[in-house]
């Protein structure tokens, strides 16, 4: 069983970066696959980054060039940074990990087993 708590989110102006956190517990994180999804009130639930347990890295293209995903095995921690954020990135963010193959990073909700709770970004005009 793995624990996801993510954190760092806010009430932030357009233009502004934020950098979220996704704190493991339970079990390390070194062989999961980790994603980072989002949810807009009103609207499914999308993918926005993921990272595979070897480092590889993936990106819906909506928010390629603004965001970067990194991880810090050592510290069961996956990081979220958001550059140059709009209005339009309003959402809870979430986390989720599953067990994967070295290079593998899923895009859809149901590629994860465990979910954290949310953390919420506001970006105003």
Do not use: M
């Amino acid at each position: 069983q793995v624990q996801l708590v993510e954190s760092g989110g806010g009430l932030v102006q357009t233009g502004d970066s934020l950098g979220l956190s996704c704190v493991a517990s339970g079990r390390p994180l070194s062989s999961f696959a980790i994603g980072w999804f989002r949810q807009a009130p009103g609207k499914e639930r999308e993918f926005v980054a993921g990272i595979a347990w070897s480092g590889s890295t993936f990106y819906a293209d909506s928010v390629k060039g603004r965001l970067t995903i990194s991880r810090e095995n050592a510290k069961n921690t996956v990081y979220l940074q958001i550059n140059s954020l709009k209005p339009e990135d309003t959402a809870a963010y979430y986390c989720a990990a599953t067990v994967a193959r070295a290079n593998w990073v899923g895009v859809h909700r149901d590629d994860y087993d465990y979910w954290g709770q949310g953390t919420q970004v506001t970006v105003s005009s």
